[in-house]
């Protein structure tokens, strides 16, 4: 089952957005799951990942801004994005991996575009 990234869009620098990512009903019940992004010519780089139940990890340029969760029902993965900068443009993309190379699928991912 492929996963299915949602909830990009325009906002302003300091804005928020909360990215969620599904397998169109099926439970995300196993780890890692996490978000990556690629900005226009960059390469990609991974934003935070669920490794367990209970560790996550991020990247340090979203540290304090951005928070990875899941709902109760396990069907749904969030990315909260507080405090955006024009820097975190990117397509953001949701699998099933905190190691880049180990995902075989990235699906099309949602833009999200901050403007300063």
């Known amino acids: 089952v492929q996963l299915q990234a949602s909830g990009g869009g325009l906002v302003q620098a300091g804005g928020s957005l909360r990215l969620s990512c599904t397998a169109s009903?099926?439970?995300?019940?196993?780890?890692?799951i996490g978000w990556f992004r690629q900005a226009p010519g960059k390469e990609r780089e991974g934003v935070s990942c669920i490794k367990s139940s209970d560790e996550s990890t991020y990247a340090d340029s979203v540290k304090g801004r951005f928070t990875i969760s899941m709902d109760n029902a396990r069907t749904t993965l969030y990315l909260q994005m507080n405090s955006l900068k024009p820097e975190d443009t990117a397509v953001y993309y949701c699998v099933r991996s905190c190691i880049a190379s180990y995902v075989d699928y990235w699906g099309k991912g949602t833009l999200v575009t901050v403007s300063s």
């Open positions: 009903g099926f439970p995300l019940d196993y780890y890692p």
